[in-house]
């Protein structure tokens, strides 16, 4: 264990010279969504979350929580796939809007874990758009309408947002960034 660990910190270690000397300038590729402050509460009817969770009963209630903030009228469906610990219970009780949770089925063959509960929620939105979510996921506030506004202005099928990971240790922080760069 300790020399596969070794290996993937100098692994990491060597990628910051090479990505720094790199001639695309990596650090000028960050695209950010920035909020419009003077944006008022988004009218969100037209968008359904979906949220697949199994075992989650840690994050969703902020998950959930934090999509309060988003504006108005926005549904969401939490997939409950076949969770242990309580994760369904939480969610219903951390929202107060139009939340849905479905108990996941069984996983048929052919298919794999998060996108078989993710094609279940879709069967039910019924919303023009759908943002997929994960369950560790705390959206700022007024994300979906900005997000929604960019679709629209201009004239985009698909809109995607990296999350800012939280980095803690000493060694998230350092293989991380290098991770991300490449994802």
Known sequence: MWFFSTI??????????????????PWSTRERLDKDASSQEAD????????????????IARTVAALERQGKNLAVIVIDDQSSDGTAELAKKSFRGDLRVLQGKDLPEGWVGKLWALEQGR?????????????????????????????????????????????QTLWEKILSPTFIFFF
């Not at 969100?44 to 994050?59: M, N, Q």
């Not at 758009?129 to 979906?144: F, H, M, N, S, V």
């Not at 929604?148 to 990296?162: G, P, T």
């Open 8 to 25: 993937l910190i100098i692994l990491g270690s060597l990628a910051w010279p090479v990505i720094l000397l790199l001639p695309w300038k």
């Open 44 to 59: 969100v009817s037209d968008v359904t979350v979906l949220i697949p969770a199994r075992d989650e009963a840690e994050s």
């Open 123 to 167: 069967q039910l939105a019924d919303t023009e758009l759908i943002l997929l979510l994960d369950a560790d996921i705390e959206l700022a506030p007024r994300t979906i309408g900005v997000l929604k506004s960019k679709l629209k202005a201009e004239n985009l099928d698909l809109v995607s947002l990296m999350a800012e990971l939280r980095m």
